[in-house]
C-alpha cells in the first residue's frame, strides 16, 4: 500500500528536505549491502491481491470504505478507487508447500472479503480489468478520501500540465482523455514478490527481466475495457498512461514514463535507484527524522521510508524494495505484470511458473546478459501485452519462437527444474504447473476468453448489456474454483435485470456518431441520415466541438419551401438548430425523459467536456418505455 502519512504542504523547502532524506536512505543501503547486513541464503514468496468491488448488477460498488470497517484484519487495506480492496499476503519460505499455503490464504481472504461486502449488497471479482466500468465511474468522488491519494493526483497533473491521455488499439480502438489519474483504477492485479540476496540481486533482477514476456503472454486477463477488445493485457497501457508525468515537450525529448520496463540490463542494486531519483522529480513528500547511517552505527537497521516513498511513486514493472523485518533488512523483487484473476489457482499457476523460471533460469545462465539482447527483451515484453499467447519473441540463439511454443518446448521444463530444486511438493508442481500447459496448449488465457465471449454475442445486444453478462459469468466461474481454460464462453444472460443498463445515458447512447460540419451541404446530411436510418445528425466544429443539431423534419421543411436549389443549395449552418440543449453522460435517464418530454426533444446529444461523446434518441427510449412495460404488464398477467 505504501506510505500514508505524506504531506499536502507544497514548499520548496520541504522538497529539499525530503530529497536529502531519500540520499541518505541511499548511502545507508550501499553501506548495507558492502558491509554484508542484507539477509541471504533464504528465499521468500508473498503476494497483494487485488480485487473489484461489484453490486447485484455488477457494477463498480464504492463500498470499500464501509466494508473495511466491518473487517479486523491487518492484511487488508485500502486501494485507490472505493471499488476496490487489497489484501496482503503472508511471506513464506519458498519450499515444500508454500505454494498451497498461498493458495488457502488467498481463498481465506477473499472469503473473509466476501463475507464483510456481502453485508453491503456487494460481491467481489477477481478481474485485470472490470469489463462493466466505464469513464464516467472514475471520478475523484469514487477515490479514496485519503492524503496520499489527492497529493499524488494534484502533483501528477501539475508535472504533466494537461489531461491525461489513453490510446489503446487492438480488434477495437479506444482514445480517451481524463482529468486525474483515476485512470489507473480501471486496474488491479496479484502482484508477487520474490526476496533475493543483495549479491545475487543483479542476477535474478535480469533474469525477471528476461522471463517476463513468456510469464505475461500466459497471463494475460485484461482483454476488455468496457466493450473494447483492445491488448490482451491493457493494464499495462492503461498503467503506464494514468501517472504519466510527462508534458508534451518532455515526451518528444525521449523522456522515460514513470511506468517503465526498463531500458538496459542493471549492474546493481543501487544504481536502479539512482536512475530512477535522477530521471523522477518527487511527487510524494514526507517529513522523516530518521538518521539511517547513524542507525547503523547503534546497530538499528533503517527502514529508509524517504527512498522507499520515492520508490513507491515510480512503478518498474519489475521493481526493487526494501523491507525490514525483526530487524533484518531484506531486498525482494516485486512482479507488477501479473493481473489479478482469473481465478485462485490461476493466478498462483502465474506464480508458479514465474518463481519457477527465477530459480531453474537463474541456475542455467550464469549471465542472462551475454546470451539475450535488452532490446529483444523489451520488445518481447511489448508483444506479449498485446496479443498474448499468439506473440513471436526473438529468444536464445537468435531464434524467432512464439510465445506458445517456447512455453511448452523449453520453459515449462526449467521452471519444473527450478522447483523441484528448491524442495517443493512434486503433486504441487504438477497441479499448478499443469494449469499452465494446458491453458497454453488451449491457448484459452482469461483475456481470450473475454474477447471470444463478447465477439461472439449477438450484435444487437447493447454493450452494456454484453459486459454485464461476462461478468457474471466470471463471478459464477471464480467460485467453482476452475482454471480459465475450462471456462465455457460466455453467453448474453437472460437472469440480468435489464434495467441497470438504463441507469444512467452513458450506458446505452450510441457511441458511433455521423456527423456533419456547418458548411457541409445540407444534401450530405439527408444522405446520412437515409443511409444510417437516422433521423437526426449533429453538427461539429473543427475541433470537434458541437455547435447545433440538424433533424430530418428540419430538412424536410427547408425542402418544402423550395430553398434547396441546385443554384444556390443550402449548407447545414442554415437549417441547424444551434447550441441544442445537451446532457452528461452520467445523467440518470429519468431525468432525461423529463428533460426531453418538458422541452420536446426528439433527441439528446451527450456532451463531456465540450465533446460530443454520444447520443440518445425518442427511439432508445421507446425501447427502453416498451420494456418497462412489457414488465409490468406481465407481472400484472401474473398476479
Not at 504542504?9 to 545507508?28: G, I, P, Q, T, Y
Not at 522471463?211 to 468496457?226: E, F, Y
Not at 506464480?351 to 529483444?376: E, P
Amino acid at each position: 500500500m505504501g506510505e500514508m502519512n505524506i504531506s499536502r504542504e507544497h514548499s520548496d523547502k520541504l522538497r529539499r528536505r525530503f530529497m536529502r532524506a531519500v540520499l541518505n536512505d541511499l548511502s545507508a543501503l550501499e553501506i548495507m549491502i558492502n558491509d554484508g547486513l542484507i539477509e541471504s541464503g533464504i528465499t521468500r514468496i508473498g503476494a497483494e491481491q487485488e480485487m473489484f468491488l461489484v453490486d447485484k448488477n455488477y457494477s463498480p460498488a464504492c463500498k470499500s470504505v464501509e466494508i473495511l470497517d466491518d473487517i479486523d484484519d491487518p492484511r487488508f487495506t485500502f486501494e485507490i478507487a472505493k471499488f476496490n480492496l487489497e489484501a496482503n499476503l503472508t511471506p513464506a519460505e519458498l519450499k515444500s508447500n508454500c505454494l498451497r499455503k498461498l493458495e488457502n490464504e488467498i481463498n481465506e481472504t477473499l472469503l473473509i472479503a466476501k463475507k464483510a461486502a456481502g453485508k453491503h449488497g456487494t460481491q467481489i471479482v477477481l478481474a485485470g480489468i472490470l469489463p462493466t466500468l466505464k469513464q464516467m465511474d472514475l471520478t475523484l468522488d469514487n477515490m479514496v478520501p485519503i492524503d496520499r491519494y489527492f497529493e499524488l493526483n494534484d502533483t501528477l497533473k501539475q508535472l504533466r500540465g494537461s489531461d491525461f491521455r489513453l490510446n489503446v488499439r487492438g480488434i477495437d480502438e479506444l482514445s480517451v482523455t481524463h482529468d486525474s489519474f483515476m485512470l489507473e483504477a480501471l486496474n488491479t492485479s496479484f502482484q508477487v514478490h520474490l526476496q533475493v540476496s543483495s549479491e545475487d540481486f543483479v542476477h535474478k533482477y535480469n533474469i525477471a527481466q528476461a522471463i517476463t514476456a513468456p510469464v505475461m503472454a500466459v497471463s494475460v486477463n485484461s482483454g476488455l475495457i468496457h466493450h473494447n477488445r483492445l491488448w490482451h493485457e491493457s493494464r499495462i497501457a492503461v498503467f503506464q498512461n494514468s501517472v504519466d508525468t510527462r508534458s508534451d515537450t518532455l515526451q518528444q525529448r525521449g523522456m522515460l514514463p514513470r511506468v517503465y520496463f526498463g531500458k538496459e540490463w542493471v549492474s546493481s542494486v543501487c544504481d536502479i535507484f539512482k536512475e530512477d531519483i535522477s530521471r523522477f522529480p518527487v511527487v510524494l513528500t514526507a517529513d522523516f527524522d530518521e538518521d539511517p547511517v547513524g542507525m547503523l552505527k547503534e546497530g538499528i537497521t533503517p527502514k529508509l521510508k524517504a527512498l522507499m516513498l520515492h520508490n513507491g511513486t515510480v512503478y518498474r514493472w519489475n521493481r526493487p524494495c526494501y523491507g525490514v523485518v525483526d530487524n533484518v533488512p531484506h531486498l525482494r523483487i516485486e512482479n507488477r505484470v501479473l493481473p489479478a484473476g482469473p481465478s485462485v489457482i490461476d493466478e498462483v499457476a502465474n506464480t508458479a511458473f514465474f518463481v519457477g523460471l527465477m530459480v531453474g533460469m537463474s541456475n542455467k545462465y550464469d549471465d542472462i546478459t551475454q546470451v539475450l539482447r535488452f532490446s529483444d527483451v523489451a520488445n518481447n515484453f511489448l508483444n506479449a501485452t498485446r496479443i498474448g499467447l499468439e506473440a513471436k519473441f526473438h529468444w536464445l540463439d537468435h531464434q524467432t519462437i512464439t510465445a506458445s511454443k517456447l512455453i511448452l518446448n523449453e520453459l515449462l521444463p526449467i521452471a519444473r527444474d527450478g522447483l523441484i530444486q528448491e524442495g517443493l511438493d512434486k503433486q504441487d508442481i504438477d497441479r499448478y504447473l499443469g494449469v499452465i500447459e494446458d491453458r497454453t496448449q488451449s491457448k484459452q488465457t482469461g483475456a481470450k476468453w473475454a474477447i471470444k465471449s463478447i465477439t461472439e454475442m449477438d450484435e444487437n445486444i447493447l454493450p452494456d448489456e454484453k459486459v454485464r453478462s461476462i461478468t457474471a459469468e466470471m463471478v459464477i466461474n471464480q467460485k467453482t474454483e476452475e482454471p480459465v481454460h475450462k471456462w465455457k464462453l460466455a453467453k448474453a444472460s437472460e437472469t440480468l435485470d435489464w434495467r441497470a443498463t438504463f441507469q444512467r445515458l452513458g450506458q446505452f447512447m450510441t457511441e458511433e456518431l455521423f456527423t456533419v460540419r456547418p458548411d457541409d451541404l445540407l444534401d450530405l446530411a439527408a444522405s446520412i441520415m437515409d443511409w444510417k436510418h437516422v433521423r437526426h445528425v449533429p453538427v461539429e466544429n473543427d475541433k470537434g466541438q458541437l455547435v447545433g443539431l440538424i433533424s430530418h423534419r428540419a430538412i424536410l421543411r427547408e425542402v418544402s419551401r423550395g430553398r434547396n436549389n441546385k443554384e444556390d443549395p443550402s449548407a447545414v449552418k442554415d437549417v441547424m438548430r444551434e447550441n441544442p440543449i445537451t446532457a452528461p453522460p452520467d445523467m440518470r435517464t429519468a431525468d432525461a425523459i423529463r428533460m426531453m418530454r418538458k422541452d420536446k426533444l426528439g433527441c439528446l446529444p451527450v456532451v463531456e467536456k465540450g465533446k460530443l461523446v454520444g447520443i440518445v434518441t425518442e427511439r432508445d427510449l421507446i425501447n427502453v418505455a416498451g420494456k418497462l412495460l412489457e414488465d409490468q404488464l406481465e407481472m400484472y398477467n401474473e398476479s
